[in-house]
Structure formats: C-alpha cells, structure tokens
C-alpha cells in the first residue's frame, strides 16, 4: 500500500487545515491513523479510524479540535483541524495497520504502512 499524504501549510492560530491521505496499491488498511513529529521529538499518535468509521480514537492534546473521517470508495482518510495552536507544529503522517487487523493502536510501531509526511506550521 502507498499513502500520499496532502494538505498541509502555513496557518495562524485558531485557524483550520484538513490533510488527506490517498491509498493507492493492495487494499486501503482497516485501521488508519495519523501521527505527527515535531522538531526533537518523537513520533506521537493523533487520531486513528476503523473501515465503518464506527471507532475513533484521539490523543488528548487534539481531542475535541481535531477529527478523523474517511472515504472507502476513494481509499482515503481525512484529518480535519480546527483551533489550531503552534504546538500542533509538526510533520504529519498518515499511516495503515497490516490488512485484515481489525484493532485501533496507538503505537507507530503497530502501523506497516506509511506516507511521506505533510508540514503543518502554526504561527502564533
């Protein structure tokens, strides 16, 4: 599977992005995710999405201002982003569990496939 991740930018506080994800290749991964990485630091999860969009999961720094969606017929996730703040600064990733694992994680190391990553840079 390869993803290419989009969307990313330049935005000022409390403004809003949304970042999408295009699987292309073997079958679009039932649990997708999206992490991030900041400058020095580690890869850390944001928010992760089952195929029916019944299970979502956030990481609590994003809860309530961030949400993840999906379109299966066009084998994309979707981040939307909203009251955005600098610490949100990071490269975001969008990234697939093994096909047919049907459990949402939060650990980087439990994801198989991965995207190239997309600059998200919040000015206060």
């Known amino acids: 599977v390869q993803l290419q991740a989009s969307g990313g930018g330049l935005v000022q506080a409390g403004g809003s992005l949304r970042l999408s994800c295009a699987a292309s290749?073997?079958?679009?991964?039932?649990?997708m995710g999206w992490f991030r990485q900041a400058p020095g630091r580690e890869r850390e999860f944001v928010a992760a999405?089952?195929?029916?969009?019944?299970?979502?999961r956030y990481a609590d720094s994003v809860k309530g201002r961030f949400t993840i969606s999906r379109d299966n017929a066009n084998n994309t996730v979707y981040l939307q982003m909203n009251s955005l703040k600098p610490e949100d600064t990071a490269v975001y990733y969008c990234?697939?569990?093994?096909?047919?694992?049907?459990?949402?994680?939060?650990?980087?190391?439990?994801?198989?496939?991965w995207g190239q990553g997309t600059l998200v840079t919040v000015s206060s």
């Open positions: 290749g073997r079958t679009f991964s039932n649990i």
């Open positions: 999405i089952n195929w029916s969009a019944s299970f979502t």
């Open positions: 990234a697939g569990r093994p096909t047919g694992v049907t459990v949402i994680t939060t650990s980087p190391y439990q994801y198989t496939y």
